[in-house]
């Protein structure tokens, strides 16, 4: 299995504060859900998972709310800035197969956005 990766404007590597403007940017929810979601945005070695969760993001050790069902899972990478799309896995699981990705090179980052032309073919 080979996972796409989608540019962004970000510049390079990627830190969380960037990382937190890409997802508003390129992972935003707000507009196919009802409102009260929030993104949760977890660092791991090669790069950030990004998990649509249901009301506001704890603080501190508190208990991380599950995702949201039929939301929205991504990975942005730290060192390209790229945008992968997953499926509704806990952080962990996606971050431990991401780096595997990486470590394997099936994670292969497209020149550009797939056109709906693109998305209806497949």
Excluded: C, N
């Amino acid at each position: 299995m080979e996972v796409h990766a989608y540019p962004t404007s970000a510049t390079t590597p990627v830190d969380l504060a960037a990382a937190q403007q890409i997802a508003a940017r390129y992972l935003s929810v707000t507009d196919q859900l009802d409102g009260g979601i929030a993104q949760l945005v977890t660092e791991f070695d090669g790069g950030f998972v990004v998990v649509a969760v249901r009301g506001p993001v704890p603080e501190g050790d508190s208990p991380l709310p599950p995702p949201v069902i039929g939301g929205s899972v991504g990975v942005i990478d730290k060192a390209t800035g790229a945008v992968s799309y997953w499926p509704t896995y806990p952080a962990a699981l996606i971050a431990e197969q991401y780096d595997e990705m990486l470590r394997t090179g099936r994670l292969i980052v497209a020149d550009d956005w797939p056109t709906e032309d693109e998305l209806e073919e497949e």
